[in-house]
């Protein structure tokens, strides 16, 4: 079986706004800048360069996705129950750094 691995996704909606909270929380994760994804691009749908190239290229079963908080994958609750569920079916698991439940790791917590 191929090796898993730790992804991390932040998104701010404009170029003037700074990614640098976002990228700190992942720092302190020990995230390494080759797995972090992140967009400046409005979240009022899911078509943003780097999101996209991440879930339908890069991630894979048994895969971590770690996003700061919800609101990161998307403003609309359809679609964050939606992108939720997507990856719930194919065996990826999300973490938001701001709900520390998601953060434990424990069986069956898919």
């Known amino acids: 079986m191929s090796e898993t691995r ?3 996704y ?4 404009t170029n003037e706004q ?3 909270r976002q990228l700190e929380a992942f ?3 020990g ?4 797995y972090i994804f992140a967009d400046k691009q409005s979240g009022k ?10 879930r339908n290229n890069i991630l894979r079963s048994g ?4 996003i700061k908080s919800l609101d990161r994958l998307s403003r609309n609750k359809l679609d964050i129950k939606s992108e939720l569920e997507y990856y719930k079916q194919n065996g990826i698991r999300v ?3 701001d709900m520390p439940t998601t953060m434990i790791n424990l069986e069956g917590q898919e």
């Open 6 to 8: 730790t992804y991390y």
């Open 10 to 13: 932040a998104r701010v909606s």
């Open 18 to 20: 700074s990614l640098d």
């Open 27 to 29: 720092h302190q994760l």
């Open 31 to 34: 995230a390494e800048e080759k």
């Open 45 to 54: 749908n899911l078509e943003r360069t780097n999101y996209q190239i991440l």
């Open 63 to 66: 895969d971590t996705l770690v």
């Open 95 to 97: 973490k938001v750094i």
